[in-house]
């Protein structure tokens, strides 16, 4: 899911990257028999790590994908900050976790200057992004320890849903953030998004999981690729998915221009990375040779069906049972913005939200008698119940608004 459709499937959060990639098909042979063992994607044989990080070391820009919150994902996005800066050490860390305006406070993070609570309050880490912060906490007191500057990657979230709404060209160059226009969608990344974004309108037209499983998916899918390519509303979606990428790959790109001998290495979403559709080819349009995408490879998925291009490298790593739920209020849905209210794009069953009986297709416009008109603001509301505590909502489904109440744990953890 992109950034338009923010993922708050274990909890509220900010710039879900896509992660939309299907590894595995139902039934195919598992990686299990190859975990920790490092593959090439384009032959599928295995490969000597000792090589490869002898190749990495002179790379100038290695990409860490991740799924936002899979623990695994992160210890060996971690491991690998260790064997990169044991051959560099003038390692440059890029976080698509914030945006450029909390640069200071990454910096006085990295100075030692703020504890952890201070550094997630003043650089908004919850409102901004949401996912459980002991999941990157390692990563950033690697940095801090090493005396690695971290860089925030991102830009705000005004920019990407100005874009979603009107498109790129429809922003003069003040309104622009800085970035320079980004390098068109390949051919394949636009018929993935095109994908991703049929499925996102079959979200919203179907009202319940049920519903939705009684139709063929990937037929109907397929059916509306045609009339999504011709779409004002797709041609802006990609826009935004575009400016995301360009912004992450003209601050990798700033920085190497302030040390032309230092080794970026960007912590960042897979969807961005996969196939170099995202991140690596907006680089390459801004003249940046040299880059290499790492990707970890669950041991649940199909090591003999990945695509040649997915990545320079993979490495796989155990699966997890399941993935670490945000400490604090969980709502369980997934939610974007939108002109009326924040929509509901699915709702996870079993959930807070799905006692309450909210659905998907919902507009929340009223959360604790406060207006919230973006994902930001629900958050903000959500993140401030107790446990035990009831919130009411106001939402309007269809043409009918509705007052839900939704009734949080006793305890969260």
Not at 79 to 90: I, P, Q, T
Not at 148 to 176: H, Y
Not at 288 to 317: M, Y
Request: with cysteine; hydrophobic share 45%; proline share 4%.
């Amino acid at each position: 899911m992109n950034y338009l459709a923010r993922t708050f499937l274990v909890a509220l959060s900010l710039l879900a990257s896509p992660t939309h990639s299907a590894l595995a098909d139902d039934g195919a042979s598992s990686c299990g028999n190859r975990v920790a063992q490092w593959l090439d994607p384009a032959s599928g044989a295995t490969l000597a790590p000792q090589a490869l990080f002898d190749d990495l070391a002179a790379a100038r820009v290695v990409l860490l994908g991740e799924v936002h919150d899979n623990p695994a994902h992160h210890r060996w996005q971690h491991y690998m900050l260790s064997v990169l800066h044991s051959r560099n050490a003038n390692m440059v860390v890029g976080l698509e976790m914030l945006p450029r305006r909390v640069q200071p406070v990454l910096d006085a993070w990295s100075a030692g200057k703020l504890d952890e609570s201070e550094f997630l309050e003043q650089s908004e880490w919850r409102e901004l992004w949401g996912y459980d912060a002991e999941l990157y906490l390692p990563l950033l007191h690697f940095a801090r320890l090493n005396r690695v500057p971290a860089i925030a990657l991102n830009v705000d979230r005004e920019l990407v849903s100005k874009v979603g709404r009107q498109g790129w060209q429809a922003l003069d160059e003040s309104q622009r953030m800085g970035l320079s226009d980004p390098a068109l969608a390949s051919e394949a990344y636009l018929l993935s998004l095109a994908r991703l974004y049929a499925y996102k309108q079959l979200l919203l037209h179907h009202d319940s999981e049920e519903d939705l499983a009684e139709i063929d998916l990937e037929a109907d899918i397929d059916a509306s690729i045609d009339d999504v390519l011709q779409l004002e509303e797709f041609a802006h979606f990609v826009d935004a998915q575009l400016t995301w990428d360009r912004a992450m790959a003209q601050a990798i790109a700033s920085a190497l221009a302030d040390d032309k001998d230092a080794m970026v290495v960007g912590i960042i979403g897979r969807g961005h990375l996969e196939h170099g559709w995202g991140v690596p080819r907006q680089l390459a349009d801004l003249g940046i040779e040299q880059v290499r995408v790492l990707l970890p490879l669950d041991a649940d998925d199909d090591c003999d069906a990945l695509a040649e291009d997915l990545a320079s490298a993979v490495f796989v790593v155990d699966a997890e049972p399941e993935v670490v739920e945000a400490r604090g209020p969980i709502l369980g849905v997934m939610i974007e913005d939108s002109e009326q209210g924040v929509r509901v794009m699915e709702v996870v069953a079993g959930s807070v939200a799905a006692d309450a009986g909210i659905e998907t297709g919902d507009l929340i416009q009223i959360a604790a008698g406060f207006e919230v008109a973006s994902t930001s603001e629900l958050i903000a509301v959500i993140q401030r119940q107790a446990p035990g505590t009831w919130l009411p909502l106001q939402v309007l489904r269809g043409d009918q608004p509705l007052e839900l109440v939704a009734r949080f744990p006793q305890k969260f953890d």
